[in-house]
């Protein structure tokens, strides 16, 4: 919600009406492999990419997703069936989405099988690696690294790219993997929507992605796909001036809340007796031709005192955060989300701020 | 798309227009066990039952999903989790619509497993019985079997009633059942909104659906919910005349169109040398007031000579059609959808008229 206030201001440039006759089928486009992806948003995502340069649209197929989770979903299912005897390893490093580890374990599948931190991933065989670059929930830029680590060459590898747009780091070069995914809650801050889409270079890979939304559930909301198609479309008006002002560019305004709140949000830890926040690198931004740092969507708190369980301590704090301990990390780490509303993110301030002097609240 | 004309044409009056600052949220309502159903469409979706009289909502939660086929997944996993040593048996009577089968084996879960036709299932223990009245694809009237038939207690139903409304058949009381699915695609005709709700008794089952709906896809396409409320409290207003005139009734127009389409296939079967159509009852229906005859959505054909592969019959008259065998009966049966666009419905009826003295054509 933290980018609320910009679509507030420009809502009825970004406006779409749709008549009680529109997108009534369940077919977008009966000669595309994703039937069910709407065209417009396809050559909308094509732009995108195009215009941030942060990913390679030539030879993919676009398919489109209920959100990312859905398409993580459809890449194990591509990646997996027809199944073997033996469930399919999942791994990432650590600290992972701990949404990862839900998804592969929930239906007890015997396709796949979440087996944590790809540090610790000794197996022979096939796996699926998932390379979330910026990390969730510690913001630092990933690759791949069981196939370095032991040389197992028959890894498939998702790289998970929520956050690989400029707002939150430096756009480095047009990432050209075989399978990628996006979503436009991280990217526009659209999370309502539930869109996501994948990059995909081989067409059966995309064809089984397509099988699985098409068993799970019958395509994807037609009107989520019109009223993204025509955000992007704007977003990248704005981006490139086409009439519009410099104030419409969606991803310096990105940058610049997030950039604001990570300065306070140092500003309060420095000082701290508890708790400590990594570093992040700077790199050259292609996109805005910068030198800029990492402004994660999240804060990856540690405590200073390896013996506390740093959630505990927020929980004391009453602020909400996510236990390292669910994302495979120690539980000296904690996750606190910094996308949300401009007052909630000032009451974290100052529950934080509260710490000076205080000590561990239910604290061990 | 049967439908799409009558939305055309009041396609202004179902306009919706949604600003670019709207529905940004994972959230709709935190204090709901569904937090992600947005309320106007809980209320619109309570409002139609009220008015159809085809389902009961009192004391029911509702469960939003991305279509109705994400709902029955939600169910499967709500009566199976945490999952015991054996997969819980799935059945449905046959003819049963074949995406069941699909949905429950896809992902080879240890949860759950297809059994087929209810008829045939006489295993003891946990079972889930799916009965969807009118059945899809024969359009006969169906109750739950397993218990009736083997007395095995440990069955838990899942209804779907997709086509239970009144352009379909007979409304004969307000379904009072413990899990109930509707889905928007079939009542109004916009399968493109990937629109299904569930009516639940028990909060436990709702929480675990609404569990199993957050983890595969974090909720459900706002935009679609949105408008799934407008057309439905317009489609309430129109039924009621409530600033309407009578021809904007949806239920009649939807019911005056499958009449015409059923006459004209029943008239163009009667002489056939290949194919039968078998009849349905006609009920007092409390919506209408009159005495209906079912109208299913699908002709379920059948032919006259037993060895015979109807499906393949009506490939040779280049009609698509889905054979029974996938539906768990005889290849001596084929569904052909009805609910398309007139043009197609028209050549359809062209090419079925088109074997009269012709014969089985690829035929055996």
């Not at 398409?71 to 990862?100: D, H, K, M, R």
């Not at 889409?197 to 989520?224: C, F, H, N, P, R």
Request: proline share 3%.
């Amino acid at each position: 919600m933290m980018f609320e206030p910009f679509w507030k201001k420009m809502s009825d440039k970004y406006n779409v009406t749709i008549g009680g006759g529109d997108l009534m089928s369940y077919f977008s486009d009966g000669n595309n492999v994703c039937w069910f992806l709407e065209p417009e948003l396809g050559a909308a995502i094509r732009r995108l990419h195009g215009v941030v340069g942060n990913a390679v649209t030539d030879d993919r197929y676009i398919v489109v997703g209920t959100g990312s989770s859905q398409l993580f979903q459809a890449l194990l299912y591509a990646f997996t069936t027809p199944g073997g005897p033996e469930p399919v390893s999942v791994v990432s490093s650590a600290p992972y989405y701990s949404a990862y580890a839900e998804v592969v374990g929930f239906l007890r599948s015997e396709l796949y099988k979440w087996e944590g931190d790809a540090y610790k991933f000794n197996k022979k065989g096939a796996y699926i690696e998932v390379v979330n670059s910026p990390n969730n929930p510690d913001g630092t830029l990933r690759e791949a690294v069981v196939m370095n680590r032991t040389g197992n060459g028959n890894g498939k590898l998702i790289y998970d790219f929520a956050y690989y747009w400029p707002q939150f780091t430096a756009i480095t070069g047009a990432a050209d993997y075989d399978n990628m995914l996006f979503t436009i809650s991280k990217c526009t801050g659209h999370a309502g929507s539930r869109i996501g889409w994948a990059l995909v270079k081989d067409k059966d890979i995309a064809k089984k992605m397509t099988e699985y939304i098409t068993i799970s559930s019958i395509g994807v909301s037609k009107e989520s796909q019109f009223r993204a198609a025509k955000i992007i479309e704007v977003v990248c008006n704005g981006t490139q001036n086409v009439g519009s002002v410099k104030s419409e560019n969606f991803f310096e305004y990105g940058r610049k809340i997030l950039s604001e709140r990570w300065q306070k949000l140092r500003e309060t830890i420095q000082n701290s007796e508890y708790l400590i926040l990594s570093k992040y690198p700077q790199e050259h931004c292609l996109f805005s031709g910068k030198l800029v740092e990492t402004l994660s969507a999240y804060a990856w708190l540690e405590s200073k005192d390896n013996t506390k369980d740093c959630n505990e301590f927020l929980r004391g704090l009453k602020i909400i955060g996510k236990s390292g301990k669910i994302c495979g990390a120690h539980q000296k780490f904690a996750r606190v989300n910094l996308m949300c509303r401009e007052e909630e993110f000032n009451q974290f301030i100052e529950r934080l701020s509260a710490t000076r002097g205080k000590g561990f609240i239910n604290g061990h």
